[in-house]
């Protein structure tokens, strides 16, 4: 198909509504739920790991996973905005913002999708299981090294990185191409600038908050019976050893 709208915005800025709303205008939409979520996909998490272990700025057979559709936002993808721009360079630019602003989104990420980073029952999880092993290896490569420049573990660098990169795309993508856009704004600004009909169905509002905060609860479950495990392999070797003595 080829793509058409490369989104650029950082995850947790209403990426997952933007998903929904470009789907529903009839724009296959690429989003991270579907490297981890749809098996149609299996090799995906593949392909973006060697993304992420391959230098910056390189080109890749990027139809390997955009070839189903025809949009792309959220991570992994908008980490390589300029590289699918390159590739695709008659696409337009999706710039999301956090209708709240940068402090909103620094709190929601830290709480959701940083979990790679910052929750030490996934990094327990990546010694054992291939998948986690993976993803933690890929998001903090690509998404929080390449990306976010190191940034997220400082909060006022995080902040100034996030304006740093709406100043970035704005002076690199020429104006006709690039919708600045915050899904509070509705239908209007994306139909427009899409050149599409406005449906008459309600915009789609998707918090995915409480779906993430579900899988690391389960992941933290999977961690500590990864640890129950161990102990009880621990205690019966120790058992063994003191009945050969």
Known sequence: MGLQIIGAGFGRTGTLSTYEALRQLGFPCY????????????????????????PAGAQHDW??????YTAAVDN????VWRELLAAYPDAKVLLTLH???????????????YFTVNVWQFRLLELVAPFPRKMGAMT????????HKGTMADHDKALAFYQQHIDEVKASVPPEK???YSVDQGWGPLCRFLGVPVPATPFPNVNDR???KKLIAKLIRGAYAVIAVGIILLAALTYGAIKLL
């Open 178 to 180: 690039l919708l600045v």
């Open 99 to 113: 209708p709240k602003g940068a402090q909103a989104w620094y709190e929601s990420t830290i709480d959701t999708i």
């Open 63 to 68: 139809d390997q996973v955009f070839a189903n």
């Open 76 to 79: 992994p993808a908008s980490c």
């Open 140 to 147: 903090r490569k690509l998404i929080w090294g390449r990306a």
């Open 210 to 212: 409480a779906a993430i």
């Open 31 to 54: 989003h991270m739920f579907e490297v981890i979520e749809n098996k149609a996909n299996k090799c995906h998490l593949d392909f973006w790991l060697g993304v992420a272990n391959g």
